[in-house]
Every structure is written in structure tokens, then in C-alpha cells.
């Protein structure tokens, strides 16, 4: 759709010529003689940018600008003046107009004003998009759950966006603490500015001070350039430390510094750095533990814990179960293009069975791969892992259906493999299909589970 432009002069012939310039551009051009013609226009269609004479009879143009600037405050509109009147075309901007151009116009001055207006428009309008993309990522929606524990977690973040108080967020991994973490930057005061990640966990002890704190050039071998931290990136911001209770102690103390004073040395400078910045810490440890064994330092864990918020496990939530698999249902027939309406029963019923030591992210998932299986517009037993799919299998030892035709020991021998069978099955299902933890946990080699698992027909065809 070509872009619109609405031009208002009283000028007849400088109208027509104008309109001749900007359709030569490729541009979709309407006329209005006068204000209240261009008022009524605009009042029942859109145009990406007004072109509008300051100097017309009746309605002058100030007052046009200014209702047109009532009904949007975005509008772009690029002044018309006479030559020599720049001192009427600055107030005209600082009442909010764009731009201006002269009478008699310069073609090319023209192509460049109106161009770089649409280049406004353009970039105005992809970060308000972005903008309603992370307001929508970011906030409340993410958080899936009408569970108890659910509803008690959003009522500690919706208390604590909008305080500066550090907070603390525990749970298993896989429970969401990243997402709750963005969850109160984006809805705090602070959501305009960063929102800077650090997985103390996933970065070497050697290397996390200088990401945290950054180095001066000089500062050891490697240091060729100047680099900024994490702490001064997220200046006026928020920083996530994720995995907290992995950090070194040396580390602990240098955090604790920038918590207590705000201020921070980047590596091989002596000079502090004053920054802004909200903390929020994660784990998936017991911290309290950690600090009577001497692995986290007391005094830090008291200035992190001034909030906490104890994200549950899946398995402690499993009628949140169904609300999750409809927003990922949706989320992923969006990104993979699929048209999954619904789950059958008895596949839901195998979800809120399973444990979920992976939480909501090993959910997410399993929902994921089965969307991408699904031939259908239904979820089916079939279409989740067969660990789960093994989860209606139960250890009974059925004496009624015992065939006294056979000799005692091979009906013996019989139900003690079906048991044994069932006892694999549990202990594959408790280790997600680990055959490593499978065979420590049964205390017998990866070889002999290999051949039990094939003697019972526990092996995908592909393996056999």
C-alpha cells in the first residue's frame, strides 16, 4: 500500500505542482483548499504525513496543527512558509510540527524532508510494535498458573516492580526464574531502560569479574581494549544474577560492595564507577546451606534476600497443567504453523501423572515436539515420549491369571520377569530414559540394561 500524504495550501496551483512532485515519488497524494476542509479529511481517513501552509485564509495553520495534534500526537506534518519566514517555521516545530520547506520549493529539499518523515514514521512505528512485543513477552501473560502457589507468586512481584528492594528467586531449574525476573523489570519504572542477564554458573571464575565489572586495557594478558561490565551496562536498569550460588566467594564480596555503596572498580582500575541499578538474584540452591557449609557468604545473602519469591515445581502445580498446555499450544501453532485444537485424554492424563524434574521448560518441551509430530489437529498418546507414554505401567503381581498347566518354576520364572520389567520401567521413567542413571540406579551395567530393556521390548525399533 503506497504511503499517503495530505497536502493543505490555498494555493491552487502550488497544490497541484506539490501533488505532481510527490506522486512522481511514488506517493498517494490528497488535496485540501483550506483548514477546515483538511480538518474533515482528516477526521475520516489516515495519512502517514501532512504537508500544511501556515498562512491561509479563515483557519490559519497553527490552529490546524494543533486539533490535528489533539486527535493524534504522533502525526507527522511538515510546514509550508514563505521564503524568509524560518522564525514562523521554528515556532510551528516547537508546536510540534516536523519539519518545513519554502515557497517557491527545492524538489530535492523536498524528496529529503519527506523522506526522512517517513523514516520517522517508520522507526516510530517499529518500536511502538517492539514495544507491545515485550509488554507482551515480558509481562504478567507469561506467567501461566491459577494454582494457589501461582497466584500467591504474582502477588509478591506485583508488590515489589515498582520498589527498588533487591529480591531473591528460588526454585528448581526449568521453574521459570529468568521470566519472573523479567516479569518485575517490565512492569517497573525501571522497564525503559536495561535489563542486563549474567548466569553466574555458565561463566569461569576467571573471566565472571571482569564480565560483572569490567577491565581496563592493560588490565591482564588478554586485555587489548577497554571493556564494560554487566553492572555498568545496566545502568538505571536491572541486572539478573542468574545462579547466584555459584559465584566465588571473592566474587560474593565485590557484589556485596557494589549493593551496599553503588559503587564498583572495573579490573586493573583503581577508580570507582557510580551506577543505578536494581538487583535481582536467582538459584537453584539452598542457600541457607550454602552459607552454614561456607560456600555463600552470610552478610550477602541478607542484602539479596530482602524479598524472596519460592517458585514451585511443576509436580507441586499439576492443575496448572492444562492452562499451559493451551498457551503453548497456541505459542507453537504460531512459530511451526500448525492447527493443534485440542489434547486427548488419555495423553492430559499422562502429563499431570509425570513428575516433571525438568519443570516448565522440559513442558514446554515435550509440547513442542509433539505439536511438531501431530498429523493431526489432536494430541495423541502416540505423539508424547515413550517414557511418558510408559507411565500407565504399574508393578502388580498378578496371581489370578497363573497357568497351572505350566511347571511351578517357569510360572515363577514368568512373573518375575514381568515384575523385573516393571521395575526397569519405573526406575527408566524416574531417570527420563537415562540408561546411565538408570543402571546406577538399579546398580547394574549400561550393558545388562541394554539387553534387559531389548529382552522386554523396551527399545524403539531403530535401536534394536
Known amino acids: 500500500m ?4 495530505l497536502v493543505v495550501d490555498d494555493d491552487q496551483s502550488f497544490r497541484f505542482l506539490l501533488e ?4 512522481k515519488e511514488g506517493y498517494e497524494v490528497k488535496l485540501a483548499s483550506n483548514g477546515e476542509e483538511a480538518l474533515s479529511i482528516y477526521a475520516k481517513e489516515h495519512f502517514d504525513v501532512i504537508t500544511l501552509d501556515i498562512k491561509m485564509p479563515g483557519m490559519d495553520g497553527f490552529e490546524v496543527l494543533s486539533r490535528m495534534k489533539q486527535i493524534n500526537p504522533e502525526q507527522l506534518v511538515v510546514i509550508i512558509t514563505a521564503y524568509g519566514a524560518q522564525k514562523i517555521a521554528v515556532e510551528a516545530i516547537k508546536k510540534g510540527a516536523f519539519d518545513y520547506f519554502t515557497k517557491p520549493f527545492d524538489v530535492d529539499e523536498l524528496r529529503m524532508i519527506i523522506r526522512r518523515a517517513f523514516e520517522c514514521n517508520r522507526l516510530y512505528q517499529e518500536n511502538k510494535a517492539l514495544r507491545k512485543k515485550l509488554d507482551q513477552q515480558m ?3 507469561e506467567i501461566i498458573g491459577n494454582s494457589g502457589k501461582m497466584l ?11 520498589t527498588d528492594i533487591t529480591v531473591l528467586i528460588q526454585g528448581e531449574s526449568g521453574t521459570g526464574k529468568e521470566l519472573a525476573a523479567r516479569a518485575i523489570h517490565y512492569n517497573s519504572s525501571r522497564k525503559d531502560h536495561p535489563f542486563v542477564k549474567i548466569n553466574c554458573a555458565a561463566i569461569p571464575e576467571g573471566v565472571l569479574e571482569s564480565e560483572l565489572f569490567g577491565h581496563e586495557k592493560g588490565a591482564f594478558t588478554d586485555a587489548s581494549l577497554q571493556k564494560i561490565g554487566r553492572f555498568e551496562a545496566a545502568d538505571k536498569g536491572t541486572i539478573f544474577l542468574d545462579e547466584i550460588g555459584d559465584m566465588s566467594l571473592s566474587t560474593q564480596a565485590k557484589v556485596l ?22 538487583i535481582i538474584a536467582a538459584t537453584n540452591k539452598d542457600l541457607i546451606r550454602c552459607v552454614k557449609d561456607g560456600e555463600f557468604r552470610e ?20 492443575e496448572d497443567i492444562p492452562l499451559l498446555f493451551e498457551y503453548f499450544m497456541n505459542k507453537f501453532n504460531h512459530q511451526l504453523h500448525k492447527t493443534i485444537k485440542h489434547i486427548a485424554l488419555e495423553a492430559m492424563e499422562l502429563l499431570m501423572k509425570y513428575k516433571w524434574p525438568g519443570n516448565v521448560r ?31 505401567t504399574d508393578i502388580k503381581v498378578d496371581t489370578e491369571a497363573v497357568d497351572f498347566t505350566k511347571p511351578l518354576l517357569d510360572t515363577v520364572k514368568e512373573v518375575i520377569d514381568n515384575v523385573e520389567k516393571q521395575i526397569i520401567l519405573k526406575a527408566l521413567n524416574r531417570t527420563n530414559w537415562s540408561r546411565t542413571e538408570t543402571a546406577q540406579l538399579l546398580k547394574i551395567s549400561r550393558k545388562s540394561l541394554f539387553n534387559k530393556m531389548k529382552q522386554y521390548g523396551l527399545l524403539k525399533e531403530e535401536e534394536e
Open 257 to 278: 560492595r557494589v549493593i551496599q555503596e553503588r559503587e564498583f572498580e572495573r579490573v586493573g582500575s583503581n577508580k570507582p564507577i557510580s551506577v543505578n541499578v536494581r
Open 139 to 141: 509481562g504478567y501473560k
Open 299 to 318: 552478610d550477602l545473602y541478607y542484602r539479596i534476600n530482602v524479598v524472596s519469591i519460592q517458585l514451585p515445581a511443576l509436580r507441586q502445580r499439576r
Open 152 to 162: 500467591e507468586v504474582l502477588e509478591i512481584i506485583k508488590k515489589v516492580t515498582d
Open 20 to 23: 505532481e512532485a510527490l506522486k
Open 362 to 392: 522440559e513442558l514446554e518441551n515435550v509440547l513442542q515436539r509433539a505439536i511438531v509430530l501431530s498429523e493431526k489437529d489432536i494430541i495423541n498418546k502416540a505423539d508424547l515420549p515413550f517414557y511418558i507414554q510408559c507411565l500407565d
Open 2 to 5: 503506497a504511503s499517503r500524504i
